[in-house]
Every structure is written in structure tokens, then in C-alpha cells.
């Protein structure tokens, strides 16, 4: 309809609206607004814009990339899907992350964001027959903060009552987990200080940064860690005289486990039923569990082995070796040849080989015999040089005067703006 027809239409409407007004007794007629009105003025129909529908999907279990954009773009698929593999790990979906964005009249998705967390966003925009894609970041504001805590039951439930989160509990434990076995070790009135970077995003708590210092009190002693970088600038623990915490091994290559059979000259075996040589330690775990190289080295064989079953071996300084056996699968990269760092995912829990269950067969030689790797004399880590030995102890003295509540934090409030600028986010299209 052209707008002329629409401004008589309109004209039309407002004359029989009067006729009624009239009529009815109003008292005002046709005659009475003739003055009023200027007959040459142009009645403007603004055009109504085009409804532009919402769409929204979640990842669930199963999801693939390109499950994903068939749920929201149809037959433009390819070209969204291919848009967000530019993005996104294809191969770690996180389950729950939320996509929504808006469809043309026409039905074509046109606008995209993908909701990442609650600081971090990547949007994406069609643009004739290309998709420009931005990642947003939030600012991010981080508070100095001093947590101290008791244990009653558990490690994760006093740090949550004071005021942390099981991420910053999982962190405690990393730092002393040479020193501390907190599934045995622990006791009731073990106690524990932190020095925490607290993050806000728009005023609501996001997570915790830096762990700058921490003491933890475990049945009457008393280990505590500065945080400082090495001299190769990695950022590790060290106790107040500048010896580092990390040693060669960690006490477990599993996170959370149980010993279910420990190293023996003489154990009677499970499947085989007779008296046999135990020389490892049985860490029992759901199949998947991650397992952890325990030292850094270099990958001697991957592959299977017999009763073993699936199994990776790593050679490592002073004359170590380590066995992981009875592996679902090997870590990503592990090969070869391949070196592989302390902490490093180098295989998951199976029950392959010789084996009644899901568990992982831990075991260590040293200079070719096997040893128990629960008593194992663990050397220390690469210790900080000389040269950096004097300005590490004047840092740990300040730290250590934060983490005992006799001195306020230097920088209480520490605000940083980690959105990219335009020039750090453009089209990579």
C-alpha cells in the first residue's frame, strides 16, 4: 500500500471518529475542528520494523558442533559451524554453555553469542555472506583477601565456610600435596591461611586469582608458601628460607583416590590366584579418572603390555622410572620420545590386562629396581639461585606479615580492565 493511500486511510479513520463524537452529544462537530486542522499538513505512517525472532540452544550431552548449528541455523549450518570451530574447542564442549541470537523475518540466523561465562562472550554477526566474530571480556576487579580456617570434617568444607570456593581448596592442596596426603593426613583442628586474590565481575564474585602466600598447620606443624617466580620465571611455592615445595615426585599420580593394594614381595594375585610380586601401589578410580605423570621425564614407551595392559612408562632424572598400567587410554601427545611435565595428564583409569576392576597400578624403579612409591625419598625441586635468594626473603617477610594479620595488604584493591581493545578483536573471518 502506497503512503498516500495510507495518509487517506488514515484521514478517512479520523473523519468518522468526529461523525461519532458528534453525534454523541459531545458537543464538538466537523465544523468546530476545520480551524483547527491544517489540511495541508502530511500525516507520516511510520513503517512497522520486521519482528526478528529470538533463537536459543544449550550444549547437552552428545552435542557436537555441528549438532549445534543445524539447532539453530538450518540449512546455513556449514557456515555457523564453521564460524564457531574458529572459536570453540570442538573437542571440549562445556556442557550447559548457552547460545542465543536473532533470525531475519526470513528465518536466517543473523546475529550469534555465545555465552562462555559470566565475564567472557563471543559474538558473532552476518554480514552479507561473512560472519565477523568478537570475543568480550568483562572487567575484572580483584580484592586482596586474607582467609583463615579450621578443619572439622574435611578440607573443601572449611575453605567453603571461610569463604573460598572448592577450586581455591583444590589449590591448597596442590601447593602442599609434597608435604600433606589430604585424604590421610589430615586431623580435626588442622588449620590454614591463604592470601587471595578475590575477583568481582559488575560487583559479583567470579573466582579467585593469584594465591600469593598460604599456611597450613597439620597436626602441629607448620608448613607455609610464598608464592615467587624461579629463575626461568614460572611461578612456584617456596617455604621461608627459599627452598622450594615441589619435589621430583608427587605423592599420587591420581587427584582424589584410595590405595586399595600397596607394594608386596608376596601378594596373593587376583586373577591368576597364586602368590606373585606386588611391585606397585593399586590406586582404585572410575574408569576415566585422569592420571597424572608424577615427575617431569620423558616417555619411554606407550602401548600394551601383556597382564599390563595398556601402559605408559616415563624415564626421569637421578635414575627414575614410573609405570602407569592398566589404562582406558593415553593423554593427549603422550608418545615416545615425548617429555611430559609433573602433573600432566598422561593416560585415564581402565581395566585393562590382568584386572577384576577399574584401578590404576602405580609403580617406580630406581636405577632398574622396583621400590615401594609410598616411601619414596623424593629429591627436591630445582631450588631459587643465589643471586635471587636475598630479594625472595625480603618478599616472603612481607608476605608473611599479611598471612599472620599484622600487616594490610599493599595494594587492597586492585582494579584491571581485561577487555581487548578493538584492534586486539578484529574479524578473523
Known amino acids: 500500500m502506497t503512503r498516500a493511500r495510507l495518509a487517506m486511510r488514515a484521514a478517512g479513520g479520523l473523519a468518522s471518529v468526529l461523525a461519532l463524537a458528534s453525534a454523541s452529544g459531545c458537543g464538538v462537530g466537523p465544523a468546530d475542528l476545520s480551524a483547527e486542522i491544517d489540511?495541508?499538513?502530511?500525516?507520516?505512517?511510520?513503517?512497522?520494523?520486521?519482528?526478528?525472532?529470538?533463537?536459543?540452544?544449550?550444549?547437552?550431552?552428545?552435542?557436537?558442533?555441528?549438532?549445534?548449528?543445524?539447532?539453530?541455523?538450518?540449512?546455513?549450518?556449514?557456515?555457523?559451524?564453521?564460524?564457531?570451530?574458529?572459536?570453540?574447542?570442538?573437542?571440549?564442549?562445556?556442557?550447559?554453555?548457552?547460545?542465543?541470537?536473532?533470525?531475519?523475518?526470513?528465518?536466517?540466523?543473523?546475529?550469534?553469542?555465545?555465552?562462555?561465562?559470566?565475564?567472557?562472550?563471543?559474538?558473532?554477526?552476518?554480514?552479507?555472506?561473512?560472519i565477523h566474530r568478537e570475543r568480550l571480556e568483562a572487567p575484572l576487579v580483584s580484592t586482596r583477601r586474607r582467609l583463615e580456617g579450621t578443619i572439622k570434617s574435611s578440607l573443601f568444607e572449611a575453605v567453603e565456610e571461610a569463604g573460598g570456593s572448592p577450586d581455591l581448596a583444590i589449590r591448597v592442596a596442590e601447593i602442599f600435596q609434597w608435604d600433606v596426603d589430604f585424604l590421610r593426613d589430615l586431623r580435626f583442628g588442622d588449620r590454614f591461611v591463604v592470601l587471595v586474590d578475590e575477583q568481582e565481575v559488575e560487583g559479583e564474585l567470579f573466582g579467585f586469582g593469584e594465591l600469593s602466600a598460604a599456611r597450613f598447620v597439620n597436626h602441629g606443624r607448620t608448613l607455609t608458601a610464598v608464592a615467587y617466580p624461579d629463575d626461568h620465571g614460572r611461578i612456584g611455592y617456596y617455604d621461608l628460607e627459599g627452598r622450594p615445595l615441589r619435589k621430583q615426585f608427587l605423592r599420587s599420580p591420581l587427584k582424589l583416590s584410595r590405595v586399595t593394594s600397596r607394594f608386596s614381595m608376596r601378594r596373593n594375585h587376583p586373577v591368576l590366584h597364586r602368590p606373585l610380586p606386588h611391585f606397585g601401589v593399586d590406586y582404585g578410580a572410575p574408569v576415566g579418572t585422569a592420571v597424572h605423570a608424577t615427575a617431569d621425564g620423558t616417555v619411554e614407551s606407550v602401548g600394551r603390555n601383556g597382564g599390563a595392559g595398556n601402559m605408559v612408562t616415563v624415564r626421569h632424572p637421578n635414575g627414575y622410572e614410573t609405570c602407569y598400567l592398566h589404562l582406558s587410554r593415553y593423554g593427549q601427545g603422550v608418545r615416545r620420545g615425548a617429555r611430559v611435565s609433573q602433573g600432566q595428564v598422561i593416560g585415564y583409569v581402565g581395566s585393562s590386562g590382568l584386572s577384576t576392576g577399574p584401578h590404576l597400578d602405580y609403580r617406580v624403579k630406581l636405577k632398574g629396581r622396583w621400590i615401594d612409591p609410598l616411601r619414596i625419598s623424593s629429591p627436591l625441586a630445582e631450588p631459587l639461585g643465589k643471586d635471587r635468594l636475598a630479594d625472595f626473603l625480603s618478599h616472603a617477610a612481607d608476605a608473611v606479615a599479611e598471612v599472620e594479620g599484622r600487616q594490610a595488604p599493599a595494594d587492597p584493591r586492585i582494579a584491571q580492565s581485561h577487555r581487548a581493545p578493538e584492534a586486539a578483536s578484529p574479524d578473523r573471518s
Not at 41 to 69: F, H, Q
Not at 104 to 123: K, P
Request: positive net charge; glycine residues 8%; proline residues 1%.
Open 39 to 130: 489540511r495541508s499538513t502530511r500525516i507520516e505512517v511510520r513503517r512497522i520494523e520486521a519482528v526478528r525472532p529470538m533463537v536459543m540452544t544449550e550444549v547437552v550431552r552428545g552435542d557436537t558442533l555441528e549438532s549445534i548449528s543445524r539447532r539453530l541455523a538450518g540449512d546455513d549450518w556449514v557456515r555457523w559451524r564453521d564460524a564457531l570451530g574458529a572459536e570453540l574447542d570442538a573437542r571440549h564442549l562445556a556442557l550447559g554453555t548457552l547460545f542465543h541470537g536473532t533470525r531475519s523475518a526470513g528465518g536466517r540466523l543473523e546475529e550469534l553469542i555465545v555465552v562462555l561465562d559470566r565475564r567472557r562472550q563471543v559474538v558473532l554477526r552476518l554480514d552479507g555472506e561473512r
